[in-house]
């Protein structure tokens, strides 16, 4: 267990006291069928859950400055392990007071193994047992990441939740490459556990891999509870797969982990993906949609998806959504955003993305609200009728 270390003896008006470090915990609050809300502890602050995390990619949600994104509603940030090694390295972020202070980001932050980018974006990649050899795509360089290698890294970050290095299959992909890359993941996870250490105040998450394929799901899962670990993610999953098939996943994987630990769901997504997710018992998710969206003219609200380029927006007095309280919503018409856009003015990008990540945390926070009160299928209902009026009428 992550807190097995004992706590401290100090002197306190000549009372000897036993100081236990703060834990990293999981409380779940309340259920409505398999959905879930609570909270995560942690030293850096609490993170509500069912949780929306931005991505700070290369140390930085594109187009907002940190307390912008705190104040859309966002507890945890997402860091990149692969992006961060390469540039400005690990070793330096380190010296400079670790990520948090880097990015000025006090909250929590999660790191990422790796282990994605490696296989996504990296050149002439080598897979073996010890870890794998690649070239990076920024100049070429080469690198090794392993376990051992990964854990260090997110510990020079200094990542309040680390995940295992595992190795992820493009989908789709045949039953064999699938058990081979689930029972090397599962190696790994082990090898990260031992190089994690004890570490009282952070936490270590297992990934669970084995495809669409129930019975690996299974392994997988088995393996990882044996291992322990503070958190359990899905993985493998979002990866070319489908909505459907995705879904048909989930319906069973997270029911193989333990209940009494957060399930982060890696890698998405949309908002019908996120509400889908947290309907069959997710609790964390991540996604670089809500940015990346902001800053080539897209914008998710209540009705759907609105491209501000679209020439109909020209001469529109409205906001992107008369129900949203974002700034780009309260100060800033269509007809702004759309001149602004197609301008390639920078404020573009800062306004269209602060919109997407305050829907994000809105639709996040009427989950919580929802399941708290036992009415999550309402909630639900009521959330897929309005998106299915689409964004033709006025709002």
């Given amino acids: 267990m992550l807190w097995s270390r004992a706590g401290f003896t100090g002197k306190s008006g000549g009372m000897t006291q036993n100081i236990q470090p703060q834990r990293f915990s999981f409380s779940l609050n309340a259920t409505d069928g398999k959905a879930r809300t ?5 030293p850096r602050g609490e993170i509500r859950t069912p949780a929306f995390m931005p991505v700070g990619t290369a140390a930085t949600v594109k187009a907002m400055m940190p307390e912008s994104v705190r104040a859309t509603g966002a ?19 380190a010296n400079l007071g670790g990520l948090h202070k880097f990015m000025n980001w006090e909250r929590p932050i999660l790191t990422d193994s790796g282990g994605f980018q490696v296989m996504s974006l990296s050149e002439l990649r080598k897979l073996t047992e010890k870890g794998v050899t690649f070239r990076s795509h920024v100049d070429g360089s080469k690198h090794e990441l392993t376990p051992e290698r990964s854990m260090e890294i997110q510990k020079l970050l200094g990542s309040d939740i680390v995940m295992c290095f595992d190795e992820c299959p493009a989908l789709p992909a045949d039953r064999g490459r699938i058990a081979e890359s689930m029972r090397l993941s599962m190696r790994w996870a082990a090898r990260s556990k031992e190089a994690f250490g004890d570490r009282p105040g952070y936490a270590l998450f297992g990934i669970q891999q084995g495809g669409l394929e129930r019975d690996f799901r299974e392994e997988s899962a088995e393996a990882l509870k044996e291992i322990g670990f503070d958190g359990y993610a899905l993985g493998g999953l979002a990866v070319g797969e489908g909505q459907e098939a995705m879904f048909d996943t989930l319906d069973f994987a997270p029911d193989m982990l333990p209940t009494d630990k957060p399930r982060y769901l890696m890698g998405v997504g949309k908002p019908d993906d996120i509400v ?5 018992g997710i609790d964390m998710m991540d996604c670089v949609l809500p940015s990346r969206s902001g800053r080539t003219g897209q914008a998710w609200t209540r009705r759907g998806q609105v491209n501000i380029k679209n020439a109909r927006h020209a001469d529109d007095p409205r906001p992107l959504d008369e129900h949203c309280t974002c700034p ?14 197609r301008s390639h003015e920078i404020i573009s990008s800062m306004l269209l993305t602060w919109h997407n990540l305050h829907y994000f945390q809105e639709i996040m926070q009427g989950m919580r609200d929802a399941i708290a009160g036992g009415r999550f299928a309402a909630w639900e209902k009521e959330f897929h009728d309005t998106r299915a009026l689409g964004d033709i009428e006025p709002l």
Avoid at 276 to 280: E, I
């Fill in 75 to 93: 507890d945890i940030l997402l860091g990149n392990t692969y992006h961060l090694m390469l540039r400005p390295t690990a070793e330096r972020i």
């Fill in 38 to 42: 609570g909270v995560i502890s942690t």
């Fill in 276 to 280: 889908g997710a947290v309907k069959r």
């Fill in 328 to 341: 780009a919503c309260r100060n800033y018409s269509r007809a702004y955003l759309h001149h602004v856009f």
